[in-house]
């Protein structure tokens, strides 16, 4: 009885180190499986997605073979492991291992959004629309409802959210990217009113913002910033009127046809910086950080008018005379090639 049971024991070890050594072979063998693919395709993990499911499924599609000696590699190996919902890029030549490599690491297909400094609301909800792999929340609400859904009811939307490149993976909801953008314009806005010069006749970081929007639509170089800035604080402080083009472009909305003429700058809107003294009631862009930082550390001298050259930068003067003189010379016998805003090489356009 002894030496029988001897015998079983050992068949049984010898079968069980067997059926291992087959295991470990044939799981070898589905790891390193190329997956039979002609072309480049995507894989959406939905949210709740398992990898038994997954795997189960592409089996099912004749992508790979040994479906279930890589759900038990999954198991034994990285198990407790979160699989990130998105989309996973599949590529010919590439084997189950590295598959299994990218669920385990998150490497989720990203794609971006870039808001451009200059633009106003309407052009950043243009954006958002586009973005056919963001869940559309938004599309169909006002401004208003929009703002209460960013738990921001009352606020005006213009202006308060931050030109940058924003990162987004499919099934990401406008809304949270508009979040963002939003608390990152408030990162910012604190940052630079913390290093601001002092006696700014602003009431608040908010008055900043607006000075700083009228700075974004004025120049687009960079070194003008802060003069530009200097003018209209200057202006400010001795109650001249602002006089700014761009204001009366934003208040008269999509009416503005793309020419400017005296009866716009005479026509009553909030807006309007010819009629209105003071800064208007909003910003009318998006403003980046150097902007910000020019409205809140505008550079000194007596400089209180500029006309635009031509090719995208602006002619300072101190008095009246000297400001009619740039007028004649660069407004009143214009260039052919004459652009009151940055070359094309330099324009950022939605």
Wanted: glycine share 10%; aromatic share 8%; net charge neutral.
């Amino acid at each position: 009885m002894k030496r029988a049971l001897l015998y079983l024991l050992q068949g049984t070890a010898l079968s069980v180190g067997l059926f291992l050594v087959f295991a470990g072979w044939r799981q070898q063998v589905a790891l390193e499986q190329p997956l039979r693919l002609a072309e480049e395709r995507l894989l959406e993990v939905g949210a709740g997605s398992t990898p038994n499911g997954l795997l189960n499924g592409l089996e099912g599609e004749g992508v790979l073979d040994g479906a279930l000696w890589l759900r038990l590699y999954w198991r034994f190996n990285l198990d407790g492991q979160p699989l990130h919902a998105g989309e996973y890029r599949l590529t010919p030549g590439q084997t189950a291992r590295e598959l299994l490599g990218q669920w385990q690491r998150g490497e989720v297909v990203q794609y971006s959004l870039t808001l451009v400094e200059g633009w106003n609301f309407r052009q950043l909800r243009a954006a958002l629309r586009a973005q056919e792999r963001l869940e559309q929340t938004l599309a169909e609400v006002d401004d208003a409802t929009l703002m209460e859904r960013l738990g921001l009811p009352g606020e005006h939307p213009e202006g308060r959210f931050f030109p940058d490149t924003y990162h987004y993976v499919r099934g990401m909801r406008d809304i949270d990217l508009l979040r963002q953008a939003h608390e990152r314009l408030g990162q910012v806005l604190d940052e630079e009113w913390a290093r601001r010069a002092e006696g700014l006749p602003y009431r608040d970081a908010y008055q900043a913002l607006v000075m700083a929007s009228l700075v974004e639509k004025e120049t687009g170089v960079p070194d003008e910033r802060a003069e530009i800035a200097g003018v209209f604080i200057r202006r400010l402080r001795l109650g001249m009127l602002l006089q700014t083009d761009p204001t009366v472009i934003y208040g008269l909305g999509e009416r503005f046809a793309g020419k400017l003429t005296r009866a716009h700058l005479r026509e009553p809107t909030p807006y309007n910086t010819y009629t209105n003294p003071g800064l208007p009631p909003t910003p009318i862009a998006m403003v980046g950080r150097e902007a910000i930082r020019a409205a809140l550390n505008p550079a000194d001298g007596d400089t209180l008018y500029f006309v635009a050259r031509g090719d995208g930068s602006h002619a300072f003067s101190r008095t009246l005379d000297e400001h009619n003189r740039a007028v004649r010379e660069y407004q009143l016998k214009r260039r052919a090639d004459y652009r009151s805003s940055p070359p094309p090489s330099q324009e950022k356009t939605p």
